[in-house]
């Protein structure tokens, strides 16, 4: 190993051990169940459908009579709610899905007329 490769060894094992350090103070300043909590609501995030029976079925039991009109409408709402909400895994399957539309995209297929 000549000079010039002995000083850029030496230049990454010192990147390497900045880096390491700088990610070792980061963990031990998060909580773990802070942490666990939003890895949780990004891979699973809460079921807009869910929020809405619980919060009809509040108000439906709600001794009022207008709340229970604006529960059973959220009841019934809820139903009519199609889809849940993106999780990574579904942002990654339609980025992928975009990006072979558009790589399969020709631009020789395109006229314009003046």
Known sequence: MNGRE???AKSQCESLRRTSKDWVDAASSLEAK???RSVR???HPPSIKKTMRAAG???????E?????AGVALV????AVRGEPATLKSIAEELRSQMSEIAEFDL???TLSL
Do not use: E, I, M, Q
């Open 6 to 8: 002995a000083a850029l």
């Open 65 to 69: 009579p207008f709340t229970t009109v």
């Open 108 to 110: 020789g297929d395109l």
């Open 41 to 43: 609501d990004l891979s």
């Open 76 to 79: 019934a709402g809820s139903f």
């Open 57 to 63: 079925v509040a108000l439906a039991v709600a001794p």
């Open 34 to 36: 802070d942490v666990a």
